[in-house]
């Protein structure tokens, strides 16, 4: 699977973002997914996963009642909504792919970063 992901900018402190990921292939379902996120000077870490049907969420504890992430199977398509964004917040953004019906683990397929700056 091809993994396309968009939407990051420039927004303010307190403001809201949406990130978006488009997969190729017709197996998108059968994937887990999910966003990770590296700051500078930091090492990747783990922001937000989807199960293949989008009944199971989950999410680092930092950006827990602030981000959601959703899937639309017939779509192809995950997002990141992300609110009440912090400057701490300000990362490359990465979406993901996991062949596995378990959201934790290693990844597989990657898609290219895109970034999210929060000014304060």
């Known amino acids: 699977v091809q993994l396309q992901a968009y939407g990051g900018g420039l927004v303010q402190a307190g403001g809201s973002l949406r990130l978006s990921c488009a997969a190729s292939?017709?197996?998108?379902?059968?994937?887990?997914m999910g966003w990770f996120r590296q700051a500078p000077g930091k090492e990747r870490e783990f922001v937000a996963g989807?199960?293949?049907?989008?009944?199971?969420?989950y999410y680092a504890d930092s950006v827990k009642g602030r981000f959601t992430i959703l899937r639309d199977n017939a779509e192809n398509t995950v997002d990141l909504q992300m609110n009440s964004l912090k400057p701490e917040d300000t990362a490359v953004y990465y979406c993901?792919?996991?062949?596995?019906?378990?959201?934790?683990?290693?990844?597989?397929?990657w898609g290219q970063g895109t970034e999210v700056t929060v000014s304060s």
């Open positions: 989807i199960n293949w049907s989008g009944g199971s969420t």
């Open positions: 292939g017709r197996t998108f379902r059968r994937y887990v």
């Open positions: 993901a792919a996991r062949n596995s019906p378990v959201v934790a683990g290693q990844y597989d397929y």
